[in-house]
């Protein structure tokens, strides 16, 4: 293969990987401004008490949905915190939050299919339960002892319109934030697709205990949120890697990296620490054991990938242009503009 050929089947991989993905991003964007304007830290914090096992439901479910990777989920726990939360209500959000969320769904929806999106929401929500219930057991001290937090000027500002708040964040702050990690799993993830042939990796690592760890050590030191990752996840599918896998993936992945987890450590001890990334990583093998059963015994239906030589529908190429656009607009934004501007997580 040639240079020109070679950038020519990139860009192509790249854009129809980009077109799968855009409407359902989109879509989830937009739900995930909507639920940040209704469901401001304050009445989550209601929720989340700190002698109440319910919390601990509470805030994993709430977790869920919720559009934050492993490091921005980090102020928002503490600011919980600060509001009333318990320890167990806290890392069940933790451990759930930082897996997947609501545009994350909407795109593993598109991408593999509405069983293995429901799967893949019930095993970050399952496992932000256990997580907490396991704090619950495990660590004495349910409360935490934080410095009050000092609200800065720039954060005591008048709400706008439900609406008017929940686009300015959608494609502003929250599209700002997902453009670079976006860009980079796209970007990796039509490299493989171009690079190896269909099946490849898949014939190369044995399927079970072989795939898990490989998707563990992939996942884990990668810096990457459960948008960013889908793409890549995508091409592992290509490849031959399972069902089971891909979920071992998506929920390690985005959830560890060393940053978060050395500030998990500090913070909140080394016990939760220890329940933090031993939960993670040990519900994240056996979600991935017990779909690969339910799929080999034909209990669970996967999504068959799409033919890269189809033609693509009006829709998708008109979410590609927009998605598109939108990545290039913020990422040449954080590139011209590093002065610091003042945000507040509300």
Sequence with gaps: MTITEFVATFATNFFHILASIAPYFLVGLLIAGLIKALIPQEKLATHLGASKVSAIFKAAALGVPLPLCSCSVLPVALSLARHGAGLPATVAFLVATPQTSIDALFITFGLFGLPFAVSYALAALTAGIAAGFISFLVIRDKKISLVPEDLSPCCAQNRSSPLREALH????????????????????????????????????????????????????????????????????????????????FLMSGPATNVASLVIIRKIFGTKTFAVYALSL????????????????????????PVDRGAHLSVLNVLAAAVLGTLIIMHLLKSYFRRAKTCTCKS
């Design 281 to 304: 990583i040990g519900f994240s093998i056996i979600a991935g054991i017990i779909l690969d059963f339910l799929w080999q015994e034909g209990s669970f239906v996967f999504k068959p």
């Design 169 to 248: 964040y959608s494609f502003g702050d929250l599209m700002a934030e997902l453009a670079r990690p976006l860009a980079i799993g796209l970007i990796l993830a039509a490299l493989l697709v171009t690079i190896l042939p269909p099946g490849y990796l898949g014939q190369k690592v044995s399927p079970g205990f072989w795939q898990y760890l490989a998707m563990l050590l992939t996942g884990v030191p990668l810096y990457m949120c459960s948008t960013g990752s889908l793409p890549l996840a995508y091409s592992f599918y290509l490849q031959g890697f399972s069902p089971g896998s891909l979920l071992v």
